[in-house]
C-alpha cells in the first residue's frame, strides 16, 4: 500500500465541480439510464447500475429522480439512445488526457470536444493514443473522519484494496475495476458509506507543470467538465503546491 496519490491534484477541483449542481444530476442520470439499459434494472445483478446508484446517492439526488431514470434505462420513458464514446488526446505541456462521453449525437459531441481542446492548446489524438499510459481502476474517497490512516488501511487490506492513500483531507482506497463494489460492500460496516465510488483512470506517470500551463489545462478540463456529454475526464498532470496555492488564491 502506497502513500503516493495519483488523484492529487484532480481532487482540488472537486468542490466548483459539486457546485454546477445541474450539471451533475444530468449526467448522473444518463449514466443510470444506460446502466440499466446495459444489464438488468436491479442493481443486486447490475454492478454498473450499483456503482451509479452509490454516485446519485452521495450527490444527494432525490429517490423519484434516480427511479425515472432507472425506469427510462428499463424500456419506459422517452427512448434516447445513449453512445459510449472515449477520446484520447495531448493538452497543455503534453499533459495525456481521456474523456469518456455518454452522448445521442456523436458527431456533435467529437466536434465540441475537438474544439476545447484546439483553444487551450491541445490535440485530439487517435483512440488507444494515450491510454496505454494509464491503468482502469476502482476508487473510493472517504473522509478524514471514516478512521484513521492504521484503521483504513488495515480495513482495505482486509476487503481486497489495491492501495490507500490517507491525507488530510480523507482517504483514497484504490481496487481492481471488477473489485470495486465488492471492497466497498466490505467496508460499509468499518467505514461507512464512501463519499463517492467510481471507475477512473490513474495514470502510471505524471507530467508536472508550471503555473502557466497548470491554468491553460484546467481551463481545458473545465470546458470539457461543463459539456453535458462528458461523463469524466482523467488526466496525468502534477502541479507543484506552491503553483496549486497561487492558482487558487
Do not use: C
Given at each position: ?23 451533475v444530476f444530468g449526467k448522473l442520470i444518463r449514466e443510470l439510464t444506460v446502466a440499466a ?151 460499509e460496516p468499518r467505514l461507512g458509506q464512501p463519499q463517492s465510488a467510481s471507475l477512473t ?49
Amino acid at each position: 500500500m502506497a502513500g503516493h496519490s495519483q488523484f492529487k491534484n484532480i481532487m482540488y477541483r472537486k468542490g466548483a465541480q459539486d457546485a454546477k449542481r445541474a450539471k451533475v444530476f444530468g449526467k448522473l442520470i444518463r449514466e443510470l439510464t444506460v446502466a440499466a439499459k446495459s444489464g438488468l434494472p436491479d442493481p443486486d445483478a447490475n454492478p454498473r447500475l450499483r456503482t451509479a446508484l452509490l454516485a446519485a446517492r452521495a450527490a444527494n439526488m432525490p429517490k423519484d429522480t434516480i427511479e425515472r431514470a432507472i425506469k427510462r434505462g428499463a424500456g419506459a420513458g422517452d427512448g434516447v439512445a445513449y453512445e459510449q464514446i472515449r477520446y484520447e488526446g495531448y493538452g497543455p505541456g503534453g499533459v495525456a488526457v481521456i474523456v469518456e462521453t455518454l452522448t445521442d449525437n456523436r458527431n456533435r459531441t467529437a466536434s465540441e470536444v475537438r474544439a476545447a481542446f484546439s483553444k487551450f492548446g491541445g490535440a485530439l489524438g487517435e483512440s488507444g493514443s494515450v491510454a496505454f499510459m494509464f491503468k482502469r481502476v476502482g476508487l473510493l474517497r472517504y473522509p478524514a473522519e471514516a478512521g484513521s490512516a492504521e484503521a483504513v488501511l488495515d480495513a482495505a487490506i482486509e476487503a481486497g484494496a489495491s492501495d490507500v492513500d490517507s491525507r488530510g483531507d480523507g482517504h483514497e482506497v484504490t481496487t481492481a475495476p471488477d473489485d470495486l463494489n465488492g471492497v466497498r460492500e466490505a467496508l460499509e460496516p468499518r467505514l461507512g458509506q464512501p463519499q463517492s465510488a467510481s471507475l477512473t483512470w490513474q495514470p502510471a506517470s505524471t507530467v508536472e507543470l508550471d503555473g502557466e500551463r497548470a491554468q491553460s489545462l484546467f481551463k481545458l478540463l473545465d470546458l470539457l467538465e461543463d459539456n453535458d456529454d462528458v461523463q469524466q475526464v482523467s488526466a496525468n498532470f502534477e502541479v507543484p503546491d506552491s503553483v496549486l496555492a497561487t492558482l487558487t488564491a
